[in-house]
């Protein structure tokens, strides 16, 4: 196994003229301009006293500089500690004093955030061996505890010309590395503090099985772009929407922001991505609001069960489609985060279009299967991603579904300072415990029925999961989303409705409330007894939800 960031050097060294990174509309930077960048952070690093294995938070929105910095600290040896842009400031305050970081590398928007907190700057500069705030736009000095560390921060640039006077080129560069477990990022779970959030250490070996991993199966080759939207601070994006690409020299721009749908779409169309990674949530709008009203009007259900027809229809929806996500996909479209719709999956099957859901977690780093869309199962998240054991807790994995447990050299090292927490994560024989439930059928595809502790118990015993109702629950009109919980031996249905899609059928709300209701009673018919909902609850507002946009179920009851 060879070290990731070996692979980030080599790939720097080679591509040193090409653009590397982008911020969507605004700077680019080539592989060289990222390396002149990491050495400036180095030399702060040095003036500031910063060691070896020493923690320096991350906390700001994507951006091209954000990656720059990230790549600073690891190739540092130093450890990043990224924080999620819709964490609290006091949480990432409380989080950073939990974790002793010695530094703080952030943008405008969260120093802010700092600022408007009650007495958040005093705590920070009360951390154990803290030396200062840095913007991480251009290295600039937003706080620091005295001023040695003001100075330094200060003295970054005439530093680097004074070292590098005729510039930094590439036969300079080496961040090659081949200690593997050494720890290279502390990643918190979506928690608001540290009592409730667990810090996943992941060694080198976890970020470097994962990239061999990724560049054995994804066909990649230099000049390829990416569009990349997901949490660069959550694993899933952090892997495969940046480390694996910059890897191959391709090209990532950068989207700053949430992607609402004219940016996204304006994005794809402008960087023609060879593969996009996104969430059920993304994929699920488009088909919702683009396809699926086309396909259920009266003249276009008839059309869709005369052969022929239906596929010169699903052709043109698909073409339709490639062509809004860039028409550039050779790899396709990589889901992960939860699970798909089976609805738009069957569409999606149905009319071949590039794509295929992976699984895994932050504890992988994060991977555990993946399929590509030549080999891809329905319904199924791949298959393990090799070196990577995986198994059932079941007595026949077939067929009774049981815990989705995995080992091997992508799996943390535990989580930070919590030992009762890591303890309860693994078996006695040394398995993690993923949480999921799910079966694993004779070619090895993994298909996922829910999380463990999601589970309800019905009167009768019966092992109820509310993901696998909750799917067909959104498939029905005027639903935007749904969840089921378990009320006194009865099931519940809490449903989002959709409003506006109410309006287009000139529907009051009181009668879109009307229609979910009876087709709820409908589709009761065709659940068992034990699944059948008793009563419904319609939300105006969305459900709370993670980075991963998976509702965040402990919320409701």
């Not at 040896?77 to 305050?93: G, I, K, T, Y």
């Not at 996104?278 to 009007?297: A, D, G, H, Y």
């Not at 399929?371 to 007595?395: H, M, N, Q, W």
């Amino acid at each position: 196994m060879k070290h990731y960031l070996t692979y980030i050097s080599e790939s720097i060294k080679a591509h040193w003229d090409m653009p590397a990174f982008s911020n969507f509309g605004g700077e680019t930077y080539s592989y060289g301009q990222v390396a002149e960048g990491i050495e400036k952070y180095h030399i702060l690093f040095k003036e500031c006293g910063i060691k070896k294995g020493d923690k320096i938070a991350l906390y700001a929105r994507n951006s091209a500089e954000w990656g720059i910095a990230y790549l600073s600290v690891v190739a540092y040896d130093a450890v990043v500690v990224p924080f999620l842009p819709d964490f609290l400031p006091s949480a990432v305050v409380e989080l950073s004093t939990f974790s002793e970081c010695k530094m703080i590398i952030c943008d405008n928007v969260a120093y802010d955030g700092f600022k408007t907190g009650e007495q958040l700057i005093d705590k920070i500069n009360s951390i154990n061996g803290f030396t200062c705030i840095v913007n991480v736009k251009d290295l600039s000095l937003f706080n620091a505890v005295n001023d040695t560390m003001a100075n330094a921060v200060g003295g970054v640039v005439d530093k680097y010309h004074s070292q590098y006077p005729d510039g930094l080129n590439s036969s300079l560069v080496d961040y090659s590395k081949t200690e593997m477990e050494s720890v290279a990022v502390i990643s918190f779970t979506s928690g608001t503090t540290s009592a409730t959030s667990k810090g996943v250490v992941l060694p080198a070996r976890s970020l470097s099985v994962n990239l061999e991993f990724a560049r054995r199966e994804i066909p990649m080759c230099k000049g390829s772009t990416i569009f990349s939207v997901l949490p660069m601070a959550h694993m899933f994006g952090q892997t495969f929407d940046f480390l694996f690409p910059l890897s191959g020299g391709c090209h990532i721009t950068i989207l700053n922001g949430k992607p609402v749908p004219a940016r996204l779409l304006a994005g794809l169309a402008a960087v023609k991505p060879f593969m996009f990674l996104t969430v059920p949530l993304v994929v699920e709008k488009i088909f919702k609001s683009k396809v699926f009203p086309t396909l259920r009007k009266p003249v276009m259900r008839v059309l869709m069960k005369i052969p022929g027809i239906n596929n010169l229809i699903l052709n043109a929806i698909r073409k339709k489609l490639v062509a809004a996500f860039g028409n550039g996909l050779t790899v396709g479209v990589i889901i992960g985060g939860a699970a798909l719709n089976r609805e738009v999956e069957d569409l999606m099957k149905k009319m071949k279009f590039p794509y295929c859901v992976g699984y895994g977690m932050t504890e992988c780093g994060p991977l555990i299967s993946y399929s590509d869309r030549k080999t891809f199962e329905k319904y199924s998240c791949g298959r393990r991603a090799v070196p990577l054991e995986v198994r059932i807790d079941s007595k026949d994995p077939r067929r009774i579904q049981g815990e989705i447990q995995c080992k091997g050299d992508a799996v943390m090292l535990g989580y930070y300072l919590n030992e009762e927490a890591t303890k309860a994560t693994f078996t006695k024989d040394g398995w993690l415990k993923t949480g999921d439930m799910g079966i694993i059928d004779r070619k090895g595809n993994i298909f996922i029925k829910g999380r463990c502790k999601n589970m309800i118990l019905s009167a009768s015993g019966q092992n109820i999961y509310p993901e696998e109702i909750e799917d067909k629950l959104n498939n029905l009109p005027y639903v935007s989303e749904s969840l089921v919980v378990g009320r006194k031996n009865a099931l519940v249905a809490l449903v989002v409705a959709d409003y506006e899609a109410g309006k287009k059928d000139n529907l009051t709300e009181a009668q879109v409330n009307e229609a979910i209701t009876n087709n709820i009673q409908l589709l009761n018919k065709e659940l068992p007894a034990y699944s059948q909902i008793s009563a419904t609850e319609v939300r105006v507002e969305p459900f709370e939800k993670t980075p991963k946009q998976s509702i965040r179920r402990f919320m409701y009851s």
